[in-house]
Every structure is written in structure tokens, then in C-alpha cells.
């Protein structure tokens, strides 16, 4: 089993839509917990850490549940600009990562 | 302020050939990480250093080595390239190891191995 599983999508909405994205993880070792968003062909950039109250950025909300080993982030009033993949990332010690495969979105017209 | 950057930004290897690939910060962090991301598979660590001089494996360090001479530059090396190894690396850097110390990531370095 991967230690962090994410729906790979895509995921086709229109401008406006809600979208929301899940993720799970085997690890319950797990220190800390992130969204990364990648576009194509570059790096990836934190886009909000994730804290077991819950957590909000504008647009994004992130939740976390640590007894089910879940963590959830939700898009609303979606634009085109938000088109790319979202990460579901855990930190362990040393500040190592482990990333999911990714969820990619893609937001149109 | 440049953050982390990565050299070359592309490369094509034959099978067996050695390569070394750059990654410098100008942040002044302590940790610095490897990755390699595949199509259809997350990013997973090569290898990692928590500061100047040391050194320590991650999930899939097989077939590469490292070192941190300078606090700023961590190198990564192929000594004897395989096709397995063609991917996009990421280098990243951190101030920390703190629960929530962001990681930076360079621009990446698409390498092809035939």
C-alpha cells in the first residue's frame, strides 16, 4: 500500500465550480501535513499547510483527520488559473516529505 | 535572490556515463533534499543532508551519491547512468526540520539516459 494515496483525476470543472480533493495516508507517524500545487513542467510550491483544527487561504480550505488518516482540501469559486496538480504531502523527520502521485485539475471556460 | 537553482536544466546521457548535477540555495538553509519525480508517481527522495558536510539516504538512493562541501551546494552524482534513471530531479532546501518548515524547490533537471 502507498504511504500517501490521492484520486489521480483528473478533474474537469468549470469556472465558479466547488471541487474538493482527498487524500489518505498509511503513516501515522506523520508530523506534519501539506497541499502542493505543480504546474506542468515545474516545480512544486507549497500552497497551504494543514492543521488539525482545519485551515483556510481565501479560496482553499484544508482538513485534516488524524484518527482516519485523511486529509481534504476544498477549491471554491474555482478560476482558470487554479488548473494544475495538487500534492497531498506528509513530513516525517529531518523535514522529509513523501508526496502522493497527484491530483490534477484542470478548470475551463 | 535567486532561491535554489539547478544545473544543467536538461541532459542526455549514454547508458553508462557519469554526470553530476548542482543545486545551490543563496537562503542560508540547513537542509537540503534530492527528489525524483516519475510520470504517474510522486516526487521520492534520493538523498538529504542536514547541514554542511553530512549526508544520509532516502527512499531510492541506489545508484546515486551526494555531497555538501558548502553549505549552499549540494551535489548529485551518476557515476554509471542507466535508462532507469531517466526522470525530472528536484533539489529543495529548508531553514529547518520543524513540522512545518517549508521546503523550496529549484526549477528541476529533465535527464534522459538512452
Known amino acids: 500500500r502507498k504511504e500517501v494515496e490521492q484520486d489521480p483525476g483528473p478533474f474537469n470543472v468549470p469556472e465558479g465550480a466547488t471541487v474538493a480533493f482527498n487524500c489518505t495516508y498509511s503513516n501515522s507517524a506523520s508530523q506534519s501535513f501539506f497541499w502542493y500545487r505543480q504546474d506542468c513542467r515545474k516545480e512544486p510550491k507549497l500552497l497551504m499547510s494543514v492543521y488539525s483544527s482545519g485551515n483556510e487561504d481565501g479560496r482553499f480550505t484544508a482538513q485534516l483527520n488524524r484518527a482516519s488518516q485523511y486529509i481534504s482540501l476544498l477549491i471554491r469559486d474555482s478560476k482558470l488559473s487554479d488548473s494544475a496538480t495538487y500534492l497531498c504531502v506528509l513530513g516525517t523527520s529531518y523535514g522529509k516529505l513523501t508526496f502522493g502521485q497527484g491530483t490534477i485539475l484542470t478548470v475551463h471556460p | 535572490n535567486a532561491g535554489v537553482t539547478q544545473t544543467p536544466k536538461f541532459r542526455v546521457l549514454k547508458t553508462g556515463q557519469s554526470m553530476t548535477l548542482l543545486c545551490a540555495q543563496d537562503m542560508n538553509h540547513e537542509y537540503m533534499y534530492w527528489y525524483r519525480q516519475d510520470p504517474g508517481m510522486g516526487l521520492r527522495l534520493i538523498h538529504y543532508s542536514v547541514g554542511e558536510g553530512t549526508t544520509a539516504k532516502g527512499e531510492v538512493p541506489d545508484g546515486y551519491n551526494v555531497s555538501r562541501l558548502k553549505k549552499q551546494n549540494f551535489l548529485l552524482g551518476l557515476e554509471s547512468a542507466a535508462p532507469s534513471q531517466t526522470s525530472v530531479y528536484f533539489c529543495?532546501?529548508?531553514?529547518?526540520?520543524?513540522?512545518?518548515?517549508?521546503?523550496?524547490f529549484g526549477p528541476g533537471t529533465r535527464l534522459t539516459v538512452l
Open positions: 529543495a532546501s529548508s531553514l529547518g526540520s520543524g513540522a512545518y518548515n517549508e521546503q523550496f
